[in-house]
């Protein structure tokens, strides 16, 4: 064997070993299809909004200028992945306020008012997670815009408040627009982030910030307003 | 040495399998808890029903005995014990029910010899408790078939019937708390595994209505419960469960340690006297508690306050169409998302 030889093979030998250490070292990303989210923050009702009110404030005479702390949970399809990412997504949530009934003189009763909602919305969104996929800057802007049916009841001591015949209890339909940014949490944990995914199929974590303005009075119609403009906090990670 | 030995080990594993009759208890007796049936004093003179199945081996030598004891199983019944059926080597009954009262259980022990303890059910004032027992002679020895002199208790599982006829401590209420339509009570003195009863009525007033105070509430309470009066006052008028008062009573139960009794169902301004029971796993109830009187008292929660503004919104109904519509958006999520494919 001539010593040419022998080079060309440890030449060859020396090629390949980078191959297959870039082939342990790179994870194989997992597909990313959607997401699931959840978030949390106050939700205050527009209910003293309402004209018929006339300038009286029932919610504020109740609960004062306290929000309820309203919790969801939402799941989102991607149908486009391109220059950032668009779907379909659809939340429901849960929210309680209580105070003490009033006594005619205005006094505090023994018996706890209640106001509960459970937002039910279902939207179209687009991210723009362009940029952080590409060139790495962390935050990704998204706006969604859904149709939002909000069951509610109100409560007087353990049982559904009915007065002058009318039972405390519906179901009000509006619609909602939502603008917030995300921090996408991979950059800080970039190995963790990886695992992440090759383990449990979770491509991207991240924290955000949104406002949302909803209009929940069945699209101007009479009755209680469900409307509310809030802020919220939450985690959503994308599978 | 070997063959005998197996041999012996033979005989002796057969004898081990020789074993005399059995007998299973079952019961559906009312009072029932795991093993123990326990008796009020109200229910003395009523019979608990058991049924029993004899299986195993033949009887042999005696007899076999099913009967209640205060003692232990496994002899053959005393004096003083309730014998319910006695079998012989001729007996091919193999099944039964055996009825018997705590009553009955009381006399046998007077039947004895030694004049037992001379209770019935109105002079036995502390707990007893009966052991349903079922006892025959063995086979055993040497060779495994021979009938033994002594008894062994043959009868599972172990029912005990016990007998309380001690009624609870007198209670107390404690607190009520005034609510809209309600009164929540606070009752003290209850024991562990009893039940808090709380009954209450509309007093009576001089004027044959009831207590009626002007509470902001729209449901005229005071005038249909037409009840004269003897004494001037808050009239102490028939002989409800609740003295003094007029109107149907309402009964409230709740289990022990669970919090307060809520009487709901209550008209705000009218004025209620309440008492209170407990009463035992038994069934004993104890004497009435000290009366109490509260009236409800109309409060506003949201709505209330709401409506009175002048607030349009009718709720009910309404809901029901959106519901079946946000039911069948999520159903159709659910769809969805089981239906969801992985790109790859």
Redesign the interface.
């Known amino acids: 064997m001539s010593s040419r030889a022998v080079g060309l093979g440890v030449a060859a030998l020396l090629l390949a070993v980078p191959a297959v250490a870039q082939e342990v070292t790179i994870p194989t990303r997992s597909p990313r299809t959607g997401a699931v989210i959840f978030r949390g923050g106050g939700y205050k009702p527009r209910i003293d909004t309402e004209k018929a009110l006339n300038g009286a404030t029932p919610y504020k005479d109740t609960f004062g200028d306290a929000s309820l702390l309203l919790v969801e949970l939402e799941i989102q399809r991607f149908f486009y992945q391109g220059i950032g990412t668009a779907g379909l997504g659809l939340s429901a949530g849960y929210g309680e306020k209580y105070a003490d009934a009033k006594l005619e003189d205005g006094s505090a009763a023994a018996d706890k008012a209640a106001l509960k909602v459970l937002p039910i919305q279902l939207n179209g969104f687009y991210k723009f997670d362009y940029a952080a996929f590409r060139w790495g800057i962390p935050l990704v802007p998204y706006a969604k815009l859904g149709l939002v049916y909000s069951p509610w009841w109100m409560t007087k001591g353990s049982e559904t408040e009915i007065v002058e015949g009318s039972k405390a209890s519906g179901g009000k339909w509006g619609w909602a627009g939502t603008a917030g940014v995300s921090f996408l949490l991979d950059v800080l944990e970039p190995r963790f982030a990886r695992d992440f995914d090759s383990d449990l199929g979770v491509n991207h974590s991240y924290l955000f910030a949104e406002y949302t303005h909803a209009d929940v009075n069945n699209f101007g119609g009479k009755g209680l307003v469900l409307s509310s403009r809030r802020w919220m906090f939450g985690l959503a990670l994308d599978y | 040495m070997r063959l005998p030995f197996i041999g012996v080990l033979l005989f002796a594993s057969t004898a081990v399998a020789q074993t005399g009759p059995t007998v299973t208890f079952a019961t559906a007796a009312t009072g029932s808890t795991n093993l123990t049936v326990t008796v009020p004093k109200s229910e003395c003179d009523n019979a608990r029903r058991f049924t029993w199945q004899r299986g195993g081996g033949a009887i042999c030598g005696g007899s076999l005995f099913i009967y209640a004891t205060t003692g232990t199983c496994g002899s053959e019944p005393a004096a003083t014990d309730l014998r319910l059926e006695t079998f012989t080597n001729s007996s091919t009954t193999t099944s039964g029910t055996v009825n018997f009262s705590v009553a009955q259980l009381l006399a046998a022990r007077n039947t004895g010899t030694d004049g037992g303890t001379g209770t019935t059910c109105d002079t036995q004032t502390g707990e007893i408790s009966f052991n349903l027992c079922a006892s025959a002679r063995q086979v055993g020895g040497l060779y495994g078939t021979e009938c033994q002199t002594a008894y062994a208790n043959v009868g599972t599982p172990a029912f005990v019937l016990k007998y309380d006829p001690q009624p609870p401590a007198k209670p107390s209420i404690a607190t009520v ?4 339509s ?1 009164l ?1 009570v606070q009752v003290d003195g209850a024991e562990a595994d009893s039940t808090v009863a709380v009954e209450a009525a509309a007093v009576a007033l001089a004027d044959g209505g009831t207590g009626t105070e002007d ?2 509430t729209d449901v005229d309470a005071g005038t249909d419960l037409d009840a004269g009066t003897d004494d001037g006052g808050l009239g102490l008028v028939g002989a409800l469960a609740v003295e003094g008062t007029v109107g149907p009573v309402t009964r409230v139960t709740k289990a022990a340690g669970e919090g307060n009794v ?1 009487v ?1 169902g209550l008209t705000n301004g009218v004025t209620y006297r309440l008492q209170a029971t407990i009463i035992d796993a038994a069934g004993n109830e104890s004497a009435q508690s000290a009366a109490v009187e509260a009236t409800p ?20 109904c ?2 029901a ?3 079946i ?2 039911g069948a ?2 159903a159709a ?1 659910g769809i ?2 089981s239906s ?1 494919r ?3």
Request: net charge positive; glycine share 20%; charged share 20%.
């Open positions: 708390i005034v609510r809209d309600a929540s509470a902001g809520v709901t008292v109309k409060s506003n929660g949201l709505f209330d306050a709401y409506k009175e503004a002048q607030g349009q919104e009718r709720g009910g309404a809901a169409g959106g519901g519509a946000g958006v999520l999520l969805w998302l969801r992985k790109v790859s």
